[in-house]
Structures are given as structure tokens and as C-alpha cells.
């Protein structure tokens, strides 16, 4: 079983050059953001004429992820130890703050902080802040997932 505590440099230093260059052909050739929550907000809502890029980058991340579990030959295996319930909330208080924030950790953390925004720093700033102060408080004072 493929163990997610493992150090992989070599694959993270890949991973993090494939999406810094994937951001930067599409801030260069289409002179957009890769906020992957803007994307797909944008796309489910129409705009008209502006929505095949945006559902074909979708469709490249979930074809990217996909084939790189066929190709490493990793299982995909759920999160265990987590109420489904739990899950839920945390991914509507996910949605709601990159509501809030203006964009999620791709807008910001990736293409926001590459272009020395303030307001990105910032906000990726909070969002690491706020995901170790979750973690801590989930696994350790409420004892879930441990």
C-alpha cells in the first residue's frame, strides 16, 4: 500500500515543476490564471463562449491524476477513519473560504505568489496558518482519523 508520509522528492519536484509550467503556458497562451476554483466556477455557470478551455482543464487534471495511478501502479485508496459527515463540513467550510478568499491555493499559492501579489501571500498565508491549526485540532483533540 502506497504510504503518503513518505518523502518523495523527486516526484514532488517533478509534480511542482509540471504544475508551475502547466500554469505558466496558460497564463502565457490564454491569459489566464490557473485558479482551479475559478475555473470550474466559471465554467458551471456559462459564460458565453468561455467554457471549452475551462472544462478541458478539468478533464486534463482528472485524466493527469488518473493516469498517474495507472502508470505508477498505485492503488487509490480512501481516507479511513474519517465520518463521512466530518468529510462533508470540511469541504463546505473548503468551498466556502475560497469563496471568501478570492480563489483556492492554485490561484493563490501557485500563480498569485509566482506573480508577487500581496493579497496572495497573504491569503496562502492563512490558508496553511488555518490547515495546521485544523490538523492539530482534528487529530489531536478530537481524536479522529488517528
Request: proline fraction near 3%; charged fraction near 10%; hydrophobic fraction near 55%.
Amino acid at each position: 500500500m502506497f504510504e503518503v508520509a513518505e518523502f518523495t522528492p523527486w516526484s514532488a519536484l517533478a509534480g511542482g515543476m509540471l504544475i508551475g509550467l502547466a500554469a505558466l503556458l496558460l497564463l502565457v497562451f490564454n491569459g489566464r490564471v490557473a485558479g482551479i476554483s475559478g475555473i470550474l466556477n466559471m465554467a458551471m455557470q456559462r459564460p458565453q463562449g468561455d467554457t471549452a478551455w475551462r472544462w478541458l482543464f478539468v478533464l486534463g487534471l482528472l485524466l493527469g491524476a488518473g493516469g498517474y495511478v495507472l502508470v505508477a501502479g498505485l492503488p487509490f485508496a480512501l481516507r479511513e477513519g474519517f465520518p463521512a459527515g466530518l468529510l462533508a463540513v470540511a469541504g463546505f467550510l473548503v468551498g466556502m473560504g475560497t469563496r471568501m478568499g478570492g480563489g483556492c491555493t492554485s490561484g493563490h499559492g501557485v500563480c498569485g505568489i509566482s506573480r508577487f501579489s500581496q493579497r496572495s501571500m497573504v491569503a496562502t498565508a492563512v490558508f496553511m496558518l488555518v490547515a495546521v491549526i485544523t490538523t492539530y485540532v482534528v487529530r489531536h483533540v478530537a481524536g479522529v482519523g488517528v
